[in-house]
């Protein structure tokens, strides 16, 4: 009960000084808004067009909106300090770290749904799974959003934590099928895209929302499941080794 009220309480300070400001806000509502209008607009009105971007455009939301927010927030407050003082509360630290991720994965799951809404606004989508739709999306952002907890412990100002996101997020876009398929991929870089998460949340989007996934979703859904752990446990030695070890 203890852990769970620390969980709510770091939660409710991250989501208050950083996620609810209004720049904030605006940025997670324009950005998959402005991805979703250009690659919409681009591939015309028709059902088949909207639906061969969606999936893309619905990771990427994700994507950025968590890798973003995070290496921020956490960059600042280490750089204030902040963060090591917290690192001394009586909380686990594995329950520390994941309430400092849970307002990112909030944050990315939110982003995932504003071109999903305007897909269902401008026209009929097929038959689908809204559970796995869901439940990929949830994987999507906490693997993103870990991926993104272990660039801001590796990293000491805001300016490397972008930097550093970037180096990763760029050559995810156009390795992880998200517009066009792995298959298509030079045979030397299909290796890399299967050791990317986004890869396997793609691929699950695409057989959900296209019918038109490579691997079977369950495994989509395990192998960004192992993502998460792995992604997790890098970033909870990291911050052993550099603050409590």
């Not at 999507?140 to 970037?166: C, D, K, P, Y």
């Not at 490579?214 to 030695?237: D, N, R």
Request: positive net charge; proline residues 6%; glycine residues 6%.
């Amino acid at each position: 009960m203890k852990n769970l009220t620390a969980f709510w309480n770091i939660l409710l300070k991250d989501m208050r000084t950083y996620y609810l400001k209004p720049p904030n806000i605006s940025w997670g509502i324009i950005f998959p808004l402005a991805w979703t209008a250009m690659f919409f607009i681009k591939s015309g009105a028709g059902r088949e067009s909207l639906c061969d971007v969606l999936p893309g455009v619905v990771a990427l939301s994700v994507l950025f909106g968590t890798t973003s927010l995070l290496s921020v927030t956490v960059t600042f407050e280490k750089r204030n300090r902040s963060f090591e003082r917290l690192l001394l509360a009586p909380v686990p630290l594995n329950v520390l770290l994941l309430a400092k991720t849970g307002g990112a994965i909030l944050f990315g799951a939110i982003n995932a749904a504003v071109p999903l809404l305007m897909a269902v606004v401008i026209t009929d989508l097929p038959d689908m799974s809204w559970g796995v739709v869901a439940a990929t999306v949830l994987l999507i952002a906490v693997s993103s959003t870990f991926m993104g907890l272990f660039i801001a412990v590796s990293v000491s100002e805001v300016f490397e934590a972008q930097t550093f996101s970037n180096f990763f997020r760029f050559p995810m876009v156009f390795l992880c099928g998200l517009f066009f398929p792995v298959a298509r991929l030079p045979a030397l870089l299909k290796p890399v895209a299967y050791l990317l998460p986004l890869t396997y949340g793609a691929d699950a989007l695409h057989a959900e929302i296209r019918g038109a996934g490579t691997i079977p979703v369950w495994a989509s859904l395990a192998a960004l499941a192992l993502f998460c752990a792995a992604l997790f446990a890098v970033s909870l030695h990291q911050v052993k080794r550099k603050w409590i070890a």
